[in-house]
């Protein structure tokens, strides 16, 4: 089988329910942990009693902060999320009091038994009034080129507008858990639902007050992260592990759906405003934006994932004079977060809705003015934070896609159908996205393995990423087998533990098998120069030779060769054995750390990226006018991947991220009552996309062809970027509302475009139509 060629290792573990989640383990004696939290969002807790529930039934512990041995801390940057409320609450979820029971009746009896009284604070739930209010939750940030006030002055024509985009709920299939297993000593061990087992252990380590070498975190599998585990998996973490600290008994926590969305924190809502100004032809020569985001009530991610949407404010245009503000907002709501993409669809969102609307300005196609604007090949290649964009794939893509979409001539029929026909509308959209690939915290771009060859020829692969379903354990193993030249059959990618591989950041920012390939590669040919070394000597026996160099040889076919002589093999089995007999260590770790990156905060400047992945997308939806209800008729992607590590993992991540990001630009509206009760907290309320949501016709193609050289096996990361091409089902939807009006009028309407926001906005256009 073709290294490339693997099936994902889940795919059969799934269906024949082989595969092992953390709810799924049971350790002897575990006990049940439930976490009681704030009905209020903002409140003084003026009482706060345990006592009658204590001396139920099946109650074995029940922990308020005062009980926390360490620091009451589980902010993963600042210092601004208790692990349970102390005396103030902050927002409907926030954990208080932690419960261990022997079943969970009992935790749910010893629930009501828990006397908890609030005085109300004043609370901040909507964006616009923590605007309003100038509730910053962290510094402005400033990214700027050029000179913007006399551009905006001087351009022949000037937009400004507004867009609103809206939060959105991870929808893991597996809800936030943790089992936290004690020790001998201090010792406790965590069975995590975690993006980030590293951190995990950090945060475990201090609310137990304890050094990290007692805390072990190991992930075998998540059902599903997408950013949601990222930091938040740290929590459920942190309480199973005091409750199971108190106990001296293992204790697991698992949220039920509904607490699970009450609790986390979703996608950042952003409301963004912006001027932009452009000549005649389309040419966009100047954009400011300021971006103001929803953080929540505390830091968490919310600078990494502004910083993130200002640099992809311009997409994958140039733009000479830009000015990008962003600004992130403390309000009383769960703390947002890491959310595929990062800010990066929020931050495209606004451009890209700008540059349709400079279409309808100008009467021209959307899909042209883009075109028109695409960063340059040998010019108008800076980004406006100082990077130059290099292997620019942007106007092949477009070439390619224009032709395989078909997209002129469906055009033309769709005008032909809009006229024709009164109550359903047809609308096509073509949006390119280009993702900045690393962490833009430069320091987090490392990653390390620790692999073995065992004495019967197999070899195990540790390394420091998780397996969340993206198939990262397939592409590694399947980089491991063409790295070793051997079978995959000889290589088993063994459970992410932070005792083997320590250290290590998020598997997130689409970076896990860039880093991790390359620090597993990095391992791999540590132990391959020290079996060359013995293959030399069996070599020069075999073939009589004096001399031969180490760069002669050859791992390939499970075997081991002269590049001279292939025909003369040393089967990889036998080697391992001599170099074993020869007293060779057969274990080494691997380290990687991604060169040439760096970025400036303050200034808004550096080279914050390895490389940009590059993506395109044509949508068409059909509309009914009356209800304003759409349908998805047909999508074309083609996404570059560079050399895929994987050709059909590369697939279903494209597929499934543009499929989220469809659910995100139309059905899924998250709502809360003006208390800040989520409303919207199961799938009765909260419309994720499903089956019938996948377009009619779906054509999904990699970019062959162009090689991204000085990646691992010359492979680019997906995991993200695709989720940005559901823009252009969006703006699908606004070329067919468009379509009411004969493309007179803009339509108005933020995203997600629920069927009741097309509707208002075709009845307002409808309204301006008979003035
Ligand atoms: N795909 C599946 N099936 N499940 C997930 O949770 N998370 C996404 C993406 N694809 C996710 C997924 C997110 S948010 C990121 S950052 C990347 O996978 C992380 O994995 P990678 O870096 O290995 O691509
Ligand atoms: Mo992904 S949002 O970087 O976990």
Same mark, same amino acid.
């Given at each position: 089988?073709?290294?490339?060629?693997?099936?994902?290792?889940?795919?059969?573990?799934?269906?024949?329910?082989?595969?092992?989640?953390?709810?799924?383990?049971?350790?002897?004696?575990?006990?049940?942990?439930?976490?009681?939290?704030?009905?209020?969002?903002?409140?003084?807790?003026?009482?706060?009693?345990?006592?009658?529930?204590?001396?139920?039934?099946?109650?074995?512990?029940?922990?308020?902060?005062?009980?926390?041995?360490?620091?009451?801390?589980?902010?993963?940057?600042?210092?601004?999320?208790?692990?349970?409320?102390?005396?103030?609450?902050?927002?409907?979820?926030?954990?208080?009091?932690?419960?261990?029971?022997?079943?969970?009746?009992?935790?749910?009896?010893?629930?009501?038994?828990?006397?908890?009284?609030?005085?109300?604070?004043?609370?901040?739930?909507?964006?616009?009034?923590?605007?309003?209010?100038?509730?910053?939750?962290?510094?402005?940030?400033?990214?700027?080129?050029?000179?913007?006030?006399?551009?905006?002055?001087?351009?022949?024509?000037?937009?400004?507008?507004?867009?609103?985009?809206?939060?959105?709920?991870?929808?893991?299939?597996?809800?936030?858990?943790?089992?936290?297993?004690?020790?001998?000593?201090?010792?406790?061990?965590?069975?995590?639902?975690?993006?980030?087992?590293?951190?995990?252990?950090?945060?475990?380590?201090?609310?137990?007050?304890?050094?990290?070498?007692?805390?072990?975190?190991?992930?075998?599998?998540?059902?599903?992260?997408?950013?949601?585990?990222?930091?938040?998996?740290?929590?459920?973490?942190?309480?199973?592990?005091?409750?199971?600290?108190?106990?001296?008994?293992?204790?697991?926590?698992?949220?039920?759906?509904?607490?699970?969305?009450?609790?986390?924190?979703?996608?950042?809502?952003?409301?963004?405003?912006?001027?932009?100004?452009?000549?005649?032809?389309?040419?966009?020569?100047?954009?400011?934006?300021?971006?103001?985001?929803?953080?929540?009530?505390?830091?968490?991610?919310?600078?990494?994932?502004?910083?993130?949407?200002?640099?992809?404010?311009?997409?994958?245009?140039?733009?000479?004079?830009?000015?990008?503000?962003?600004?992130?907002? *403390?309000?009383?709501?769960? %703390? &947002?977060? /890491?959310? +595929?993409?990062?800010?990066?669809?929020?931050?495209?969102? =606004?451009? @890209?809705?700008?540059?349709?609307?400079?279409?309808?300005?100008?009467?021209?196609?959307?899909?042209?003015?883009?075109?028109?604007?695409?960063?340059?090949?040998?010019?108008?290649?800076?980004?406006?934070?100082?990077?130059?964009?290099?292997?620019?794939?942007?106007?092949?893509?477009?070439? *390619?896609?224009?032709?395989? %979409? &078909?997209? /002129?001539? +469906?055009?033309?029929?769709?005008?032909?159908?809009?006229? =024709?026909? @009164?109550?359903?509308?047809?609308?096509?959209?073509?949006?390119?996205?280009?993702?900045?690939?690393?962490?833009?915290?430069?320091?987090?771009?490392?990653?390390?393995?620790?692999?073995?060859?065992?004495?019967?020829?197999?070899?195990?692969?540790?390394?420091?990423?998780?397996?969340?379903?993206?198939?990262?354990?397939?592409?590694?193993?399947?980089?491991?087998?063409?790295?070793?030249?051997?079978?995959?059959?000889?290589?088993?990618?063994?459970?992410?533990?932070?005792?083997?591989?320590?250290?290590?950041?998020?598997?997130?920012?689409?970076?896990?098998?860039?880093?991790?390939?390359?620090?597993?590669?990095?391992?791999?040919?540590?132990?391959?120069?020290?079996?060359?070394?013995?293959?030399?000597?069996?070599?020069?026996?075999?073939?009589?030779?004096?001399?031969?160099?180490?760069?002669?040889?050859?791992?390939?076919?499970?075997?081991?060769?002269?590049?001279?002589?292939?025909?003369?093999?040393?089967?990889?089995?036998?080697?391992?054995?001599?170099?074993?007999?020869?007293?060779?260590?057969?274990?080494?770790?691997?380290?990687?750390?991604?060169?040439?990156?760096?970025?400036?905060?303050?200034?808004?400047?550096?080279?914050?990226?390895?490389?940009?992945?590059?993506?395109?997308?044509?949508?068409?939806?059909?509309?009914?006018?009356?209800?304003?209800?759409?349908?998805?008729?047909?999508?074309?992607?083609?996404?570059?991947?560079?050399?895929?590590?994987n050709p059909e993992i590369d697939l279903g991540q494209i597929e499934g991220g543009f499929i989220q990001g469809v659910g995100w630009v139309t059905t899924e509206e998250i709502k809360w009552d003006k208390r800040g009760n989520l409303l919207t907290h199961?799938?009765?309320?909260?419309?994720?996309?499903?089956?019938?949501?996948?377009?009619?016709?779906?054509?999904?193609?990699?970019?062959?062809?162009?090689?991204?050289?000085?990646?691992?096996?010359?492979?680019?990361?997906?995991?993200?970027?695709?989720?940005?091409?559901?823009?252009?089902?969006?703006?699908?939807?606004?070329?067919?509302?468009?379509?009411?009006?004969?493309?007179?009028?803009?339509?108005?309407?933020?995203?997600?475009?629920?069927?009741?926001?097309?509707?208002?906005?075709?009845?307002?256009?409808?309204?301006?139509?008979?003035?």
């Open positions: 089988m073709k290294s490339t060629n693997l099936k994902h290792d889940s795919a059969f573990k799934h269906v024949t329910g082989q595969s092992v989640y953390v709810n799924d383990i049971k350790a002897n004696r575990q006990l049940i942990g439930r976490v009681v939290y704030s009905t209020e969002a903002h409140a003084r807790i003026s009482l706060l009693d345990t006592k009658a529930a204590l001396k139920l039934n099946g109650i074995v512990s029940i922990l308020t902060s005062k009980d926390i041995p360490g620091k009451n801390q589980m902010g993963p940057v600042v210092d601004d999320e208790p692990c349970l409320a102390e005396d103030e609450v902050t927002f409907i979820g926030q954990a208080i009091v932690l419960i261990a029971a022997e079943t969970e009746e009992a935790a749910f009896e010893a629930e009501k038994f828990i006397l908890i009284e609030y005085e109300e604070l004043e609370t901040i739930l909507d964006l616009h009034q923590a605007i309003a209010k100038n509730n910053l939750i962290t510094p402005p940030r400033i990214i700027e080129c050029g000179n913007v006030a006399e551009t905006l002055k001087s351009a022949p024509h000037v937009l400004s507008g507004e867009l609103e985009t809206g939060a959105q709920e991870h929808w893991y299939l597996e809800t936030q858990s943790a089992l936290a297993i004690p020790g001998e000593g201090k010792e406790m061990l965590i069975h995590a639902s975690s993006q980030n087992p590293a951190e995990t252990q950090t945060i475990v380590a201090e609310v137990l007050g304890i050094s990290k070498n007692e805390v072990d975190v190991e992930v075998r599998r998540m059902g599903g992260a997408f950013g949601g585990k990222e930091t938040q998996a740290n929590h459920v973490a942190a309480w199973a592990a005091l409750l199971a600290n108190a106990t001296h008994r293992p204790v697991g926590i698992h949220l039920f759906r509904d607490d699970d969305q009450k609790i986390t924190g979703k996608r950042h809502r952003f409301f963004s405003k912006y001027q932009i100004g452009f000549n005649n032809e389309g040419k966009i020569l100047v954009y400011s934006v300021e971006l103001n985001s929803d953080a929540g009530s505390a830091t968490d991610l919310s600078r990494a994932i502004l910083e993130r949407a200002m640099l992809h404010a311009e997409n994958a245009y140039f733009i000479p004079n830009v000015k990008i503000v962003g600004k992130a907002y *403390k309000t009383n709501l769960p %703390s &947002n977060t /890491a959310f +595929r993409g990062f800010g990066g669809p929020q931050g495209m969102a =606004v451009i @890209e809705n700008a540059i349709d609307k400079i279409a309808r300005f100008l009467k021209k196609d959307s899909a042209e003015i883009r075109y028109l604007n695409f960063y340059g090949i040998n010019e108008r290649n800076i980004t406006p934070y100082g990077e130059t964009v290099l292997n620019n794939r942007l106007h092949i893509m477009f070439d *390619k896609l224009l032709a395989s %979409s &078909n997209y /002129a001539e +469906r055009k033309k029929a769709i005008n032909t159908f809009n006229i =024709v026909h @009164e109550f359903v509308k047809r609308g096509i959209s073509l949006t390119p996205v280009k993702f900045g690939i690393s962490f833009t915290t430069a320091f987090l771009n490392q990653a390390g393995a620790l692999v073995h060859i065992y004495t019967d020829g197999t070899i195990a692969i540790n390394h420091g990423g998780t397996e969340m379903g993206q198939g990262l354990n397939t592409k590694i193993h399947g980089i491991a087998a063409a790295e070793f030249g051997v079978s995959p059959e000889f290589i088993k990618i063994s459970v992410t533990n932070t005792s083997k591989v320590p250290n290590t950041s998020a598997t997130a920012a689409s970076s896990g098998s860039d880093l991790n390939g390359m620090a597993v590669k990095n391992a791999i040919e540590i132990l391959k120069s020290r079996l060359t070394e013995v293959a030399v000597t069996q070599l020069k026996e075999k073939l009589n030779k004096e001399t031969l160099a180490a760069d002669q040889i050859i791992f390939s076919d499970n075997s081991i060769y002269a590049d001279s002589h292939p025909e003369i093999k040393i089967a990889f089995r036998d080697l391992v054995k001599q170099a074993y007999l020869n007293q060779i260590s057969l274990s080494t770790t691997g380290f990687y750390k991604t060169p040439g990156i760096f970025y400036n905060r303050e200034l808004g400047k550096g080279n914050p990226f390895y490389y940009y992945a590059y993506g395109m997308a044509v949508s068409e939806v059909e509309l009914d006018v009356l209800t304003g209800e759409s349908k998805l008729l047909r999508t074309d992607i083609l996404h570059d991947v560079g050399d895929s590590l199961s799938p009765d309320t909260y419309k994720i996309p499903t089956v019938n949501d996948i377009p009619r016709i779906f054509n999904v193609e990699l970019l062959t062809g162009y090689p991204n050289e000085g990646s691992i096996r010359k492979s680019k990361a997906v995991g993200e970027p695709p989720l940005m091409l559901a823009f252009s089902v969006w703006l699908a939807i606004k070329d067919a509302v468009s379509a009411v009006g004969n493309h007179l009028f803009e339509p108005r309407f933020s995203l997600p475009a629920t069927a009741e926001a097309v509707l208002l906005s075709i009845e307002e256009i409808r309204g301006k139509l008979r003035n």
